[in-house]
């Protein structure tokens, strides 16, 4: 069975310091993967998405870049933190051309001081 | 591209009675309507989906229904329990994007 992991599973940074969360999928091959973004008491923002290795597509501009350097591997990236990035991110996968049942991991809890 | 949108944003409800949660679309070409239960703190899991294909699918306590024509589509839960107090989220799909998300419904069931 498929299982998906994100760590770390809490975060409290500083403004202006660097972010790096990752996200791995088990059990399945070349699936889509997402990075959503919660704010307190709010709904899910899409942020990146991708269906294969280097492949990426941005949904929402801000200072949060996204990487896929393995086929189960997807990295959020952040140079210098915002007041704003702080939140509950989730990463999710999905298989298939056509399935867009999407499976969410636990979830990384970032705050920013 | 695709617009969801879900009413009510606050829902409570004795335990016992039913709930229902509603949502519409603008995309016609969206074929996969899912409906997702977070729990607070936790991830959202999917509970149920349907397919346009068919205008009812139920599992239990939980249904969903669509309406093609009409574009909206609606979560049923039948005697509500307290475990049943999450936020409910519905999505659709809008051709080739990946699935956009209604801005939640947050049900209370009151014992």
């Known amino acids: 069975s498929q299982t998906i992991h994100q760590w770390p599973a809490t975060l409290v940074q500083p403004v202006g310091s660097p972010l790096s969360l990752e996200c791995t999928v088990e059990g399945t091959s070349n699936p889509n993967l997402y990075w959503y973004r919660q704010a307190a008491g709010r709904g899910l923002q899409l942020l990146f998405y991708s269906v294969g290795i280097g492949q990426i597509s941005s949904e929402v501009p801000q200072n949060l870049s996204a990487s896929r350097p393995q086929d189960r591997q997807f990295i959020l990236s952040s140079k210098k933190l915002l007041l704003s990035d702080s939140g509950f991110y989730l990463c999710?996968?999905?298989?298939?051309?056509?399935?867009?049942?999407?499976?969410f991991g636990p979830g990384t809890r970032l705050t920013v001081t | 591209g695709e617009n969801v949108e879900q009413h009510p944003s606050t829902l409570s409800v004795q335990e016992g009675d039913s709930a229902v949660i509603k949502c519409t679309y603008s995309d016609s070409a969206s074929n996969y309507f899912p409906w997702y239960k977070q729990e607070l703190g936790k991830r959202p899991q999917l509970i149920i989906d349907i397919r346009s294909n068919v205008g009812e699918k139920k599992d239990q306590r939980i249904a969903v229904t669509l309406n093609k024509t009409a574009k909206h589509f609606s979560l049923h839960i039948t005697e509500t329990q307290p475990e049943d107090s999450a936020v409910y989220f519905c999505?659709?799909?809008?051709?080739?994007?990946?699935?956009?998300f209604g801005k939640g419904t947050r049900l209370s069931v009151i014992a």
């Open positions: 999505a659709a799909p809008g051709g080739n994007t990946p699935l956009v």
């Open positions: 999710a996968w999905s298989v298939g051309d056509s399935s867009y049942e999407q499976y």
